[in-house]
Nanobody
């Protein structure tokens, strides 16, 4: 069973930065994708950034965050990070860590990011 634990959310002023962390544990093997999704109140969950693990390390970003957010991974800690810079009020949402392997999706419980002055 895979478990994902997020941390790093909080309140930040517009233009500020936050770094989210997602620690993965459990039996994980083969190529898989780890990513971050956001869900704003009343809206659907949407992809922010994703990284292929154990197969090249390619990344994918939503257009709205390109140039501002960076996804990265610490292999030794089995942790994925989302560095968020130049934050905007519209980035405010609950951010969820996701691990997708084949047809299986695993989710963390989410961490709240609020961008406000």
């Amino acid at each position: 069973q895979v478990q994902l634990v997020e941390s790093g959310g909080g309140l930040v002023q517009p233009g500020g930065s936050l770094r989210l962390s997602c620690a993965a544990s459990g039996t994980i093997f083969g190529p898989y994708v780890m990513g971050w999704y956001l869900q704003a109140p009343g809206k659907q969950r949407e992809l922010v950034a994703a990284m292929v693990i154990n197969s090249g390390g390619s990344t994918n970003y939503a257009d709205s965050v390109k140039g501002r957010f960076t996804i990265s991974r610490d292999n030794a800690k089995n942790t994925v990070y989302l560095q968020m810079n130049s934050l905007k009020p519209e980035d405010s949402a609950v951010y969820y860590c996701n691990l997708r392997r084949g047809s299986r999706d695993y989710w963390g419980e989410g961490t709240l990011v609020t961008v406000s002055s």
